[in-house]
Structures are given as C-alpha cells and as structure tokens.
C-alpha cells in the first residue's frame, strides 16, 4: 500500500489548486449567496472543460480514465476554496449510481454530459426529518409514473435529472426521472449552507426509469455512499485545512495587550486540536481513498472511518477559526462563517454523523472480536 500521492498526482493537485485560486475566490462563492443560482454555471461550465468532472469515468463514457486517487484530489480542492459547485450531488452520488447500476442505454445518455458538465445529476431520497429507511419511503411509481414528494434535495433546482428512491410493488427501489419532463415541480428550500441551494421536489405522475434491480434500491444506495462518503470526505479535509489556515493567519497578525493572540496558550491549545483532527481525518482519507481506487472489501469499513473523521474534524476547524476570530468571527462579512456553514452541511449530507459512526462501528466488532 502506497501511503501518499504519487508525484503525477501532486502535480495535478497543484494545477486544481491554481485553476480554483484563480477562477473561485470567495467573491464568487458570496455571489452564488447573493443570487437565486443553484451553483455558478460559469465555474461548472470550465471544471467539465477541464476534465476534472470526468477524472475516474471511464473513457468510452466520456471520462479521462485516471482514477478515483485523481478525483480525491480533486474534491479536496473543491472542498479548500468552498467551491459552490454540485460536486456531491452529481459527481459523487449521482454519477457512482449510474455507474453501479445504470443500464447501457442510460451511461450512454448522461454520462458524458455528467463529465463535460452538460448536464446535473443529484439523488432525492428523503421526504422528512431523520434517516431515510424503508417505511420512510412514501414515494410510488405504478406502471412507471412516479408520484411523491422528496425534501430537502440538494442542488434539486439546478439538476437535470434525479435518481429517486420509491416503492414498485412495495419494494424500495431506484428510478431515474428526467426533471425537464412533465409532472415534475420545484421549489426552493432555506438551508444552512445557502452557496447549496436545496429543493423540494414534487412529482405528480412523472416518467421514471428503473435503475437497477427492483427491489434493490437500499442495496444499491450502500454502495453509492460508500463511494460517495470517502470522496466527501476528502472536501471536508479541505476545507478543514482552510479552516486553519485561516485561523493560523488571523492568529499571528492580530494583537492584543502587545502580543500576537497566537503567543497565548489558549489560542495554542485550539491551534493544536485542530491540526491533530485534520491530520488523524487526512490518514482515514487516504486509506478510504485507497479502499475506493483498488474497489476493496474493506471500503465499506474505509469509507465510515474517513466519512466520521473528515466531519468531525471540519466541524472542529470552523467552529475554532469563528473562536480565534473572537466577535469579528461571527459577522457576516468575514469568511468563518461560511465554512461553518459548508462543514455543517456536509455533515448531513450523506446521511447524519450518528448513522456513519454506527455503520463503524458494525465494521470495526468483527475485527475485535
């Protein structure tokens, strides 16, 4: 096992780095929470010009066919600069879903819009609060017309199409339904992160496609989480890193009582915790990313491990940048508050903290014992 990047790797990491210092400053993430947009077209338009989209597809789908340690790279960028891009829903979720269990007919459709950055995808499974399991799901779709309502569905005002969880026969299954169609209504919803516009979609007899076997659709969703939780993880590490960066920054030129606040223990201590949880989550992201590139058995495992300590370390870094900050930290027109926002909602977004620390701890039992 290779525990670091390889050289072709940081290269490519140090040319993400360049494109997003360059074409995503934190005026572009403010403008897409000024605005009504879902993301910034512009910025998604030059990521699928690039091909960084397209990093772990397959070539005959339009992809690059480097790899999913390129598109970790990747991630962790987006996640650096808080890049309002619909990176989780469509790349990570949406495009692994139909990779897992898409038929020919549906890759050939949307996967190389997906990698261009033609075309948006996202996942709708919830329809109310908690986690979403099988007597939670009130969607039907009979003789292939869906019916429902999905809340809160991310980048769900942008996306073209959505791959729906919903019951045939009873049975939870997966269904692709194209958003242009009829039948099909939207509607903003107000959450934490307002750069990830999220949506409630509606759907009154809409056309849907089935993906995957019937019946299948929870078994199908382990898998697309799975792969999904390490390359999330990889932009809340990130993320985390800007955090304390920032917080690092603040710290050595902001005085007090004639001193650097970064002299004083306190701020030391915070400093320190944050940089012991980025680095223990970095260790879990790289072997996630490992488990993720060789399509090991141990991914389900990898994937929980980097999936808590990527949160749990974002979590800290943007609460403790808003404490180094001291009262500045909580206004609006600094940027501390943005990254709190962001590592709040990528906490959930893959389902919350205390599913992916039960679905550890149901790996890691078997091992001990």
Known sequence: ??????????????????????SCPMSTVRSVIDSDAGHDADLWRQVGESGYLAAALPEQ?????????????????????????????????????????????QKATWLPKLASGAAIGTLALAERAGETLPGSIGAKVSLGRLTGVKIPVADGLAADFAIVMAKDDGAPSLFLVDLSREGVSREAVKTIDPSRKHAILRFDGAAAESLGAAGE????????????????????????????????????????????????????????????????????????????????????GAAASARVAATQAYQLCSA?????????GFTWEF???????????????????????????????????
């Open 1 to 22: 096992m290779q525990f670091d990047f390889s050289d072709d790797q940081k290269e490519l990491q140090a040319a993400v780095r360049i494109f997003f210092d360059k």
């Open 61 to 105: 789908h339009g992809g690059v066919g480097a790899g999913y340690l390129e598109l970790c790279v990747v991630a962790e960028e987006c996640g650096r600069v808080l890049a309002p891009l619909p990176t989780v829903s469509s790349v990570y979720q949406a495009t692994e879903a139909l990779l897992i269990a898409g038929s020919e007919a």
């Open 217 to 300: 659709g929870f078994a199908m969703l382990e898998r697309v989480r799975d792969r999904a939780a390490v390359l999330t993880a990889f932009e809340q590490i990130g993320g985390a890193h800007a955090a304390l960066m920032m917080a690092r920054d603040y710290a050595l030129q902001r005085f007090a009582f004639g001193r650097q606040i970064g002299s004083f223990q306190a701020i030391k201590h915070m400093l320190a915790d944050m940089y012991v949880a980025l680095e223990l989550a970095r260790s879990n992201c790289y072997y996630g990313a490992w488990a993720l590139s060789v399509d090991s058995d141990k991914l389900p």
């Open 320 to 328: 403790n940048n808003i404490q180094v900050h001291g009262g500045m």
């Open 335 to 369: 940027d501390c508050h943005l990254h709190y926002r962001r590592s709040n909602y990528l906490a959930l977004a893959l389902g919350g903290p205390s599913l992916w620390e039960s679905r550890l701890i149901r790996h890691i039992r078997p091992q001990a014992a």
